[in-house]
């Protein structure tokens, strides 16, 4: 019987030892997609409880302490930080197979040292210890621990990207911290608050914005103050995946409506969401930026919880209806106005794995390898058999070996660890298809995949230049 978690956690071949010891192990990390808050690195935040650096914001958590029973007190209310420990380490011997559990238990070995299972006996003792080795660390030392080369952040239009100033000004540190651009407050037109932040847009460009040109033109400038700044990328969070025929005028309509506090019908936002994305897309091409597209979630499901606590408390899951025969024809148009970039596709619907690595096949090509991605196992499917599925599903229907590979989409500093489960997991993965003879056990070519897919593709596709020895851009 296997050791807990040992050294060959989740690999089971010798081809997986050796691919992920050898290979995967050492390899920096480059964090493309992160909910990292740039003003805790500035300031080089530390932390005087593991509560606080691993409870707090983490919805992943809140969910399963709800569900084992955790009053909301412990959970984002007013408890101490060691009962709020002591409620999580409770629930933890009920996620048996859940990713969850396996990340909780990394941390705790790679940062901690602490290699016994966390339960509710020993809680209280893991919580002192803990809180006595974070004493040796920061924000940054965290990250200097992981190797991390460079993150980028997730940052609003409007930001003036101040902590990522100071940062960048900073020749203590060598991370790279860089924003990425987040303009979705400015598009998602039938939300609450879009009259409000479109003049606070307004404000931050120094003139009134009458429509979906307009708002497009804002965004455009933004995006050249976050070039200066070094962003290479945006994000575009769409709970569905929409596209409707450019209609300026419905666009105008749904503009006008909003502005005035109603909610415009669904094709009217459709019509404006459309033509804001396909100018966006336009200028991520010129610009040569990476545009990241996550969809399919369907958020804020407790109403009376979202009332109280906001989003992104726990209160979101996965939309059956993610609007994936969307994205073809919404690709389409970004091609048919010269201004497809390069592009990750990320459904929070695993149904979805298949449809996506078809239709980006159908927009790949200008001599740049990989240009339409799909994204990574995410939120939800960022488990072992969502791992796997995503990664076999690639592999059946793209080309596996351009794959950008994993990101965190955390907010908490310990959670480099899931680049260390991704990277167990693919080792796993391509062991069974050599040791089954699916594929010849070509040790250089297996190297070169797996330093790929974890770490020189993401150079190269997101133009990090950072030194890698063998390829990137450097």
Known sequence: MREFMDADFLLSTGTAKWLYHTVAEPLPILDYHCHIDPQEIAEDHKFETISQIWLGGDHYKWRVMRAGGATEDKVTGTASDREKFRAFAAVMPQLIG??????????????????????????????????????GYSA??????????????????????????????????????????????????????????????????GRELTGAEDVAAALGERMDYF???????????????????????????????AMDGKTPSKDMADAYKTIVTIACAKKYTEKNWVMQIHFGCLRDNNKPQFAALGPDTGYDAVNSRSGVENVAPLLNAFAENSGLPKVVLYSLNPADNTAIATIMACFQGGGIAGKIQQGSAWWFNDSRPGMRQQLTDLACNGVFGRFVGMLTDSRSFLSYTRHEYFRRILCELLGEWVESGQYPNDKKQLEQLVADVCYHNTNEFFRFGVETGERGNG
């Open 98 to 135: 859940s990713p969850l559990y396996h990340w909780s238990h990394l941390e705790l070995q790679r940062v901690f040292g602490i290699t016994e299972p966390l339960n509710a006996d020993n809680a209280d003792a893991v919580y002192d210890r803990c809180n006595e080795i974070l004493k």
């Open 140 to 205: 940054r030392t965290l990250m200097e621990k992981f190797r991390v080369k460079a993150i980028c952040t997730t940052d609003d239009p409007v930001d003036d990207l101040h902590w990522h100033d100071r940062i960048a000004r900073d020749s203590t540190f060598s991370i790279q911290v860089l924003p990425a651009f987040r303009p979705d407050k400015a598009i998602h037109i039938e939300k609450v608050g879009f009259a409000d932040y479109i003049r606070r847009l307004s404000d931050t460009v």
């Open 227 to 257: 070039g200066t700044k070094g962003c290479l990328c945006a994000d575009h969070g769409l709970d569905t995946c929409m596209y409707a025929e450019p209609d300026a005028k419905k666009a105008r309509e749904a503009f006008a409506l």
